[in-house]
């Protein structure tokens, strides 16, 4: 496949991308097809390597209003409706769901996802499920799952025994939730035992990290201790940590030396942290979300989940990156022109080291060819206008194709 006159990774320059064999071949001006092969012409729009969601729950998507809508909004009534309709999971449903989301995914540019699944389930059927599930959609997209104990490792009964299970049967990264364990010390206690488990399986590691808007929530300088002490910081994510959104800033400051020195990712789900945070503020309201840019002014990596689509934590939700994007600008105060231009990354590149997948992803020669075109020149008006994923492809073959709707106005 050849395609020609597009902006790759948002550069100002127009140039052409020759896919064969399924990789990346040349990068360069004036490409010419080989005879046979397919030509895209890119119309001077933007080329970015696809999108990736690297936090979401696809065992629970398509689920919102069953049993019940969760109208309080909080994150703790989500894991009690969530908790409700959990005992009616079959494979089937939790199959049909997640595969319908990840459809609409792909449809979007998504070619990488990170859903967490819970494990706090004696018969572990939407691990079992999204296992499946994994392999039947390998060729449409990369799925990392990770063993999410929804309701505690040491505070549900068997809990550290189903992470283990989970890993045996084959989750590639280890989760965890210590702020919702019912003390310091257990939540502590499962931070050291999930650091363990990846070790000892090496599996990747992220972890549901102090997502409550308590500025005594502090198991991320737990983790972090681990990562560094265990140098296994660039296998590790500490996702949400909105608590961070709430500590001082001498405690901060402390704590970003040890962030920095331990290397770990993060995870920031601005659409869903915002609807659950603050809620048990009157006024002033916490915004309830993570710092995502003094993280990422100190070099430390953050990237965007979506985290729900349609489900007891969020009652919206379409599979759409953009959408993330664009709450975590505005939220994060990162709506300089050039921030906007660069925000893109929170939702590939960064998105990537989090996954720990850069060695086949991006835009380079040698790669396999997978990337989206959107339908703008730059990143800035793909945003602003919140535009199309013309196609998706992915090993040079078209994954997803999509025809921009047109308008027409009847005006002067
Ligand atoms: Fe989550």
């Given at each position: 496949?050849?395609?020609?006159?597009?902006?790759?990774?948002?550069?100002?320059?127009?140039?052409?991308?020759?896919?064969?064999?399924?990789?990346?071949?040349?990068?360069?001006?004036?490409?010419?097809?080989?005879?046979?092969?397919?030509?895209?012409?890119?119309?001077?729009?933007?080329?970015?390597?696809?999108?990736?969601?690297?936090?979401?729950?696809?065992?629970?998507?398509?689920?919102?209003?069953?049993?019940?809508?969760?109208?309080?909004?909080?994150?703790?009534?989500?894991?009690?409706?969530?908790?409700?309709?959990?005992?009616?999971?079959?494979?089937?449903?939790?199959?049909?769901?997640?595969?319908?989301?990840?459809?609409?995914?792909?449809?979007?540019?998504?070619?990488?996802?990170?859903s967490h699944v819970d494990v706090t389930d004696p018969h572990l059927i939407a691990t079992q499920a999204l296992l499946e599930l994994r392999e039947e959609l390998k060729d449409v997209v990369e799925l990392q799952l990770v063993a999410f104990p929804q309701e505690g490792i040491?505070?549900?009964?068997?809990?550290?025994?189903?992470?283990?299970?989970?890993?045996?049967?084959?989750?590639?990264?280890?989760?965890?939730?210590?702020?919702?364990?019912?003390?310091?010390?257990?939540?502590?206690?499962?931070?050291?035992?999930?650091?363990?488990?990846?070790?000892?399986?090496?599996?990747?590691?992220?972890?549901?990290?102090?997502?409550?808007?308590?500025?005594?929530?502090?198991?991320?300088?737990?983790?972090?201790?681990?990562?560094?002490?265990?140098?296994?910081?660039?296998?590790?994510?500490?996702?949400?940590?909105?608590?961070?959104?709430?500590?001082?800033?001498?405690?901060?400051?402390?704590?970003?030396?040890?962030?920095?020195?331990?290397?770990?990712?993060?995870v920031a789900n601005p659409l869903v942290n915002v609807h659950l945070g603050g809620r048990f503020d009157t006024y002033p309201k916490r915004r309830g979300v993570t710092r995502i840019k003094e993280l990422t002014a100190a070099g430390i990596n953050v990237s965007f989940g979506?985290?729900?689509?349609?489900?007891?934590?969020?009652?919206?939700?379409?599979?759409?990156?953009?959408?993330?994007?664009t709450m975590g600008v505005y939220i994060a105060h990162l709506m300089g022109y050039g921030q906007l231009q660069d925000s893109y990354k929170f939702v590939t590149t960064n998105a990537a080291r989090t996954l720990h997948v850069t060695d086949h992803y991006g835009i380079e020669?040698?790669?396999?060819?997978?990337?989206?075109?959107?339908?703008?020149?730059?990143?800035?008006?793909?945003?602003?206008?919140?535009?199309?994923?013309?196609?998706?492809?992915?090993?040079?073959?078209?994954?997803?194709?999509?025809?921009?709707?047109?308008?027409?106005?009847?005006?002067?």
């Amino acid at each position: 496949m050849l395609i020609k006159n597009v902006h790759v990774n948002n550069q100002a320059a127009l140039t052409d991308v020759l896919i064969t064999d399924g990789k990346f071949a040349q990068i360069g001006p004036d490409l010419t097809a080989p005879a046979g092969e397919e030509v895209i012409d890119g119309q001077g729009k933007l080329l970015l390597p696809p999108f990736v969601d690297s936090h979401v729950h696809l065992d629970s998507t398509l689920t919102a209003g069953e049993p019940e809508w969760n109208e309080t909004g909080t994150l703790f009534d989500g894991i009690r409706i969530w908790s409700e309709r959990k005992q009616d999971l079959t494979k089937e449903d939790v199959k049909r769901r997640a595969k319908q989301t990840i459809l609409n995914m792909v449809g979007h540019g998504i070619q990488f996802v990170r859903s967490h699944v819970d494990v706090t389930d004696p018969h572990l059927i939407a691990t079992q499920a999204l296992l499946e599930l994994r392999e039947e959609l390998k060729d449409v997209v990369e799925l990392q799952l990770v063993a999410f104990p929804q309701e505690g490792i040491l505070s549900f009964p068997h809990g550290k025994e189903l992470m283990e299970q989970a890993v045996k049967e084959g989750v590639d990264v280890v989760g965890g939730i210590p702020h919702f364990e019912f003390s310091t010390e257990y939540g502590w206690q499962s931070v050291h035992f999930l650091m363990a488990l990846a070790d000892k399986y090496d599996r990747l590691v992220d972890v549901h990290c102090d997502e409550i808007d308590d500025p005594a929530s502090r198991n991320l300088e737990v983790l972090a201790t681990e990562a560094l002490e265990r140098e296994m910081g660039s296998r590790v994510t500490a996702s949400h940590t909105t608590a961070m959104g709430s500590y001082n800033d001498a405690y901060t400051y402390k704590l970003f030396r040890l962030l920095k020195m331990s290397g770990i990712n993060f995870v920031a789900n601005p659409l869903v942290n915002v609807h659950l945070g603050g809620r048990f503020d009157t006024y002033p309201k916490r915004r309830g979300v993570t710092r995502i840019k003094e993280l990422t002014a100190a070099g430390i990596n953050v990237s965007f989940g979506e985290d729900d689509v349609k489900d007891p934590w969020n009652p919206l939700g379409d599979g759409n990156m953009l959408d993330a994007v664009t709450m975590g600008v505005y939220i994060a105060h990162l709506m300089g022109y050039g921030q906007l231009q660069d925000s893109y990354k929170f939702v590939t590149t960064n998105a990537a080291r989090t996954l720990h997948v850069t060695d086949h992803y991006g835009i380079e020669v040698g790669k396999p060819g997978n990337c989206i075109l959107l339908n703008e020149k730059d990143f800035y008006n793909a945003l602003n206008r919140h535009v199309e994923v013309l196609y998706n492809i992915r090993g040079g073959k078209v994954l997803a194709k999509t025809t921009p709707a047109e308008t027409t106005v009847f005006a002067d």
